[in-house]
């Protein structure tokens, strides 16, 4: 789209008559309809911190999201994102919590999409992963820092009076997913499991649809207030059920469709999940998660 920046044009350009030729006045009516924040800021990207509870920070670049928790001596950070997003969050830490070096920085799991980058916070930070997140990310060289302390099904990690505790709950969205709760700021930090009144992403690739239903029925289980996923906004524990339900029924529905003999085309059109034509992304991943879950189901049929 065309953008004039208004400090280029003379003070009376939009009203003076005489410069009010067809081409002029569109570009005064351009002007009027353009956002305040112009074409510069559209391409930049959109970087936000955002108090979730007590010392507990939500870190937004663009579709993606982690979190952060503030220490009496540092900062327990979570996913990087990448490398531009890393160091403009460590610039803002810097500026806003001084003296406060990020001790951990924890990932979610190994796609590079949430935790390239991690190399930005290794001159202060322990890096901290599941330890077949760290494998991956070796095999597939992820551009970011290596974990340094890996576990296999839970850790707390404590720093300066504050604490995360990790739970690595089954192979859902991958193999390595972990979430992070946060005890005393009543909060749960989960990435690509789940959504808030949104579909999940595509046709589950990576996924372990069976597993990823009993994860969502973990974490349904654990005490916290407050959602905080990679993607969206933020929500409670009941979303967590909500998304574990509309599992069950594309497993149910899919299912029901296969055993009938039908083809994954005759099933894309037959499985509508019409009560969540509400939910985000419906529409352009409604026919995806139906053929997802019908790869995930024949696949398993043959094991
Ligand atoms: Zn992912």
Redesign the pocket.
Known sequence: MLYIEPARLPADWCSSMTALSLRYFAACLLLLVLPSTGAHAQNEPQRVIVPIAGDLYRFQNNFHYSVFLVASDGIIATDPIDAGAAQWLKSELGRRFPGKPVRYLIYS?S?A??IAGGQVFADTATVVAHERAKERILAEKVPTAVPALTFSDRMTIEAGGKRVELYYLGHN??DNTIVMRFPDEGALFA??IVAVKRLPYRDFPDGHLDDWIETLKAVERMDFDVLAPGHGSLGTRADVAEHRRYLELLRERVKREMDAGKSVQEIKRAVKMSEHESWGSYRDWVELNVEGMYRYLRARGRN
């Open positions: 799991h796609h999409d949430h969205h991958s990435v690509d």
